[in-house]
């Protein structure tokens, strides 16, 4: 995994989630995206599954126990990614 993908992702996340006065520098890579890192919910969470799925071919689902594991950071994320994606 590359830091060239975390960029990525960060940018993917706050382009893709409107998240205002947020800047890429401000997204720590082992910060917790939900609980009080980024403050995402529930529904930014099937938002970041549909925009992954689009950008690199990888399927989370809902039901998928590791959830909690693979949205734990944006480090975790890309691990994610990195592993997974098909594009």
């Known amino acids: 995994m590359s830091d060239d ?5 960060k940018t ?9 006065d ?8 082992d910060a917790s995206l939900f609980d009080g890192g980024l403050g ?5 969470a099937l938002e970041i599954g549909v925009m992954l799925d689009r950008q690199y071919g990888v399927k989370i689902t809902s ?5 909690n594991q693979i949205f734990a950071s944006l480090r ?3 691990e994610f990614v990195a592993e997974h994606r098909t594009r």
């Open 12 to 20: 993917m996340l706050i382009e893709g989630l409107r998240l205002e």
């Open 63 to 67: 039901g998928d126990e590791r959830n």
């Open 40 to 44: 995402l919910d529930s529904i930014d």
């Open 76 to 78: 975790s994320l890309a």
């Open 22 to 29: 947020i800047m890429p520098d401000d997204v720590s890579p």
């Open 5 to 9: 993908l975390i960029s990525q992702l």
